[in-house]
């Protein structure tokens, strides 16, 4: 398969796992990368020195193939973690959260390729204007912070397609190759995943996590905080409480405060179902096994497969 | 193109016109059956005796191709607006609103070919279970009433596909032939298309309505009445009045007091674009022209060959 954006990242198949904060360490990007697509480190929860060991592991482990990182702008290490992205000469990286404008002329000049995560067609057009090779767009129903908009993947794809010359990779509820078709039929040149990843063998989730993905049903999912810091999360007695509390009209801070301080970290990495905070994208109630991401990567090529030609049959 | 849904309509493209409130009367249905796809009279905003007067004009001036009729169950008209269309001898029914249980058995007893419109994969089995001969399930971005698990077009159809063994009509930000294409990837039999149908020569919408379909941004409609009745409208200075009061926590009874009597007929059908209420979809945002419903579709098929084509040769 060859598309844009297998060309511009060096892959067999145009897939990227999504770098998601506790789910997507070195392990994950390097596994994914082996089977021939593109592999994140999540930095967006980590400390400045933890991607940079993931970052020399992935090196070591994995010289030949390609990965990258996503680092969220918005994110209080940012500026430090882009210094230790630059020191370590990787190749790649995904910025999201934030303006396109911040660091990618500095990425671009040290020689990397760049793409930023976006919400709206509007956006996609700054990202092209910032100067990004590639721009992601991502839709309402995948996990985690989310655009205040809600547009979804469906009609998000094809606008942002229709307004920008650089190649679209298409991102939310995208979960296996039929999804992966849908997107490229819109006129994606590649997609992104993370759901689907963050139930594989090498994903860092917690058991408890990895499990309570292959328990949730397909309306488990919530968009909580739409008024702060939007974020889609398993509904859980946490959740619970804020979006009561935003049923009675809470303000911003009885909201921060609900919050409280590692509430992610509680959720998806020390596996604490109740009072943690689990981001995952509506896809997670379609997820049946928990396997290697490498199968999960060639499954889905397949899938794809089967999909295009069935359509190309009807 | 031949799918189950093309056999079970006697159509000839997999497309079905939404039957939609104040929109689409029986020059919408009849033009796109003249086109070969399947046309349906949208009962919800009619009187009885409006929809026996759309009804028997449809089938004056289109004897010889498919067209049916769209009932919101929880209509307050329902019981009797069934019992025009059965005897009127209407050979289509979709059913939304409501439990697909209560009027499948009476209109198969009649020989007709039932649909339900759904929101979840679970509630697609119920329909299964209740006779139905196809499901729309239909996803977030759609336009008017709206399920409450928020699920989209792109997490919904697959999973579908997978619960149910009839055949599954694709809702929700499809506006072209790439939409199209990306639902049919996805394992879908056919397509319901209402936004871009409200944008056409024969849609009963005001021409303010309609200019405003033309002037809206892809960010320009938002789901109001959450926790009441869903229903994506776009947000003029009544809806912002509506989620003011939402983010406040306003009660039930507030809520209501501001919808008022006849909102949707003011913003729809009487063109008032700043007090009314005007229910459509997200892909609004997307419409560029007004043009003969039968043209939509003439170029909703075309777009869907070339996108099939693309992906085949990726």
Not at 98 to 122: C, E, I, L, N, Q
Not at 172 to 183: E, K, T
Request: charged share 25%; aromatic share 6%; hydrophobic share 45%.
């Amino acid at each position: 398969m060859e598309t844009r954006i297998t060309k511009i990242f060096h892959i067999d198949y145009p897939i990227i796992q999504a770098g998601m904060i506790w789910v997507s360490g070195w392990k994950l990007a390097v596994a994914v990368a082996k089977a021939g697509v593109l592999g994140l480190i999540g930095a967006g929860s980590m400390t400045p020195e933890l991607l940079r060991e993931h970052v020399r592991k992935a090196k070591a482990a994995c010289p030949e193939r390609s990965w990258g990182v996503n680092l969220p702008i918005f994110f209080k290490f940012a500026d430090e973690m882009a210094e230790i992205i630059l020191e370590e000469g990787v190749k790649i990286i995904f910025t999201s959260g934030g303006s396109p404008k911040k660091y990618t002329r500095r990425f671009k000049d040290a020689g990397m390729t760049v793409a930023h995560v976006t919400a709206t067609p509007t956006l996609a057009v700054k990202c092209e204007e910032a100067g990004v090779d590639a721009v992601v767009v991502e839709g309402f129903e995948a996990g985690g912070h989310n655009g205040r908009d809600e547009l979804t993947t469906m009609v998000l794809v094809p606008q942002a397609v229709d307004a920008v010359k650089i190649p679209v990779i298409a991102a939310g509820g995208i979960y296996d190759g039929r999804g992966m078709a849908a997107a490229m039929a819109m006129g994606a040149d590649g997609v992104q995943i993370g759901t689907r990843f963050a139930a594989t063998l090498e994903s860092s989730a917690h058991e408890n996590f990895k499990q309570a993905m292959m328990e949730a049903s397909p309306t488990d999912t919530f968009l909580i905080l739409r008024r702060l810091i939007p974020a889609r999360v398993i509904v859980n007695e946490w959740a619970k409480t804020i979006l009561a509390a935003e049923a009675r009209g809470a303000s911003e801070e009885v909201l921060i405060n609900l919050i409280g301080e590692k509430r992610t970290q509680l959720g998806m990495f020390d596996g604490d179902l109740k009072h943690g905070e689990i981001q995952i994208g509506q896809a997670v109630g379609a997820l049946k096994t928990i396997k290697p991401a490498g199968d999960v990567v060639r499954e889905i090529v397949a899938q794809y497969a089967q999909s295009v030609k069935r359509l190309s049959e009807l």
